[in-house]
């Protein structure tokens, strides 16, 4: 042992509090998974030259404050300045004029002297945010947990580079390999605590996807269940000719407050699209692939409505549809009670 005490960090190296805050960015941003679409989740902390947390605040939602200002508005509240303080955010502090002012001009004005970055924004008329700061003067350190900053945020990082949403593949499976029983009852093939999970994954997820056959096996609702403050995503039939019936549960709310898409082609009747739409259903009438919806140009329309994640409720006649996995980038699989 050499006795003498340990050097202080470079500039520009993160320190041990540096990860520890950083995961303090994630905890906050974690609140609103599922509520900033197109936007991604983002958290942010502000703390003093002696480790004392001075503020925090996370982005809610799209069109609303970002974590940034958030906690630089929480800092205000309190009386207090950022003089000399770091401040800790998940991803890159933007700096460009959206629905809500740049970031990084607002950081450096607050008197902030040192900024750690988990993960860099991809949207390249977003970013620059670090480049900025930088040139301003101001300590900037970047990739403090950027493997997790960048998965937690993977709907948006997907979306961001592809311009589709991120898809999860979910299916209840047997240990014989089955999703149904003989009799086509799938309910209950599984347990409370995978039921629980899939509400939690409909939560926090953008939309959830069905085929036709559950439509008319089970009459499901798609909606959130259990979760304390959950909300329910946006609901997706592909449904090649039209077969929802207008009673279906999912359709209860469509049109106000409830989005549900209905992905079909152009044989559907035309009948049945009025019927739908009257229920307030969106009907889209997509490229059809041997005469069933084309998944592809159905991602691509949901990346454009800025739907950033999926959930697959995958079955029998549609999963192979999803499968090899070249573009599920996660997949999620409850095993039987
Ligand atoms: N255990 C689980 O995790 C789980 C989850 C969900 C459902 N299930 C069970 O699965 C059963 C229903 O299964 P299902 O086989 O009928 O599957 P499904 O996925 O619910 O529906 C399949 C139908 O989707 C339509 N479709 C439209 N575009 C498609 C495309 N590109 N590729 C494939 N299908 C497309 C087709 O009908 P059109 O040609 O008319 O469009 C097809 O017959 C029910 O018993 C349900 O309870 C189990």
């Known amino acids: 042992m050499s006795g003498r005490a340990p050097a202080r960090p470079a500039r520009g190296e993160p320190t041990a509090a540096d990860v520890r805050w950083m995961r303090r960015c994630l905890q906050l941003a ?9 936007n991604p989740v983002v958290g942010c902390v502000v703390v003093d030259g002696r480790g004392r947390k001075l503020a925090e605040g996370w982005h809610r939602r799209a069109g609303t404050a970002h974590a940034e200002i958030v906690a630089l508005d929480a800092l205000a509240a ?17 700096n460009h004029h959206g629905r809500t002012g740049p970031c990084a001009p607002a950081v450096a004005a607050a008197g902030i002297r040192r900024v750690v970055i988990g993960a860099m924004d991809p949207v390249a008329g977003h970013a620059g945010g670090a480049r900025w700061l930088a040139r301003h003067g101001v300590e900037v350190v970047t990739g403090v947990l950027g493997d997790a900053s960048e998965a937690l945020n993977r709907p948006f990082f997907t ?30 093939i599984t347990g409370e605590a995978a039921r629980a999970e ?19 096996a089970d009459d499901p609702r798609l909606t959130v269940r259990g979760v304390a403050g959950g909300r329910d995503p946006v609901r997706v039939v592909v449904d090649s000719r039209l077969r929802t019936p207008v009673g279906a549960a999912l359709l209860a709310g469509a049109g ?10 152009a044989a559907a009747p035309a009948s049945r699209q ?16 041997g005469g069933r919806v084309d998944l592809r140009a159905l991602v691509r329309r949901l990346g454009a409505a800025g739907v950033l994640s999926v959930l697959v409720e995958a079955a029998p006649r549609s ?5 090899p996995p070249t573009w599920p980038t996660r997949s999620s699989c409850s095993w039987p009670r």
Do not use: F, M
């Open 198 to 216: 899939v509400h939690r994954l409909r939560d926090r997820l953008d939309a959830v996807l069905v085929g036709i056959g559950t439509v008319l």
């Open 159 to 188: 979306w961001a580079r592809l311009r589709r949403p991120h898809v999860v593949l979910k299916a209840g499976v047997s240990l014989d390999g089955r999703v149904a029983t003989r009799t086509g009852a799938s309910r209950w």
């Open 319 to 323: 999963t192979p549809a999803w499968w």
């Open 78 to 94: 309190a009386g207090r300045r950022g003089d000399g303080a770091t401040l800790y955010v998940n991803l890159e502090p933007c």
């Open 274 to 289: 009025r019927r739908l739409e009257a229920a307030g259903a969106e009907v889209w009438r997509l490229r059809d692939r």
């Open 30 to 38: 974690a609140r609103a998974e599922g509520r900033t679409a197109p």
């Open 256 to 265: 106000q407050g409830a989005r549900v898409i209905i992905a079909t082609t």
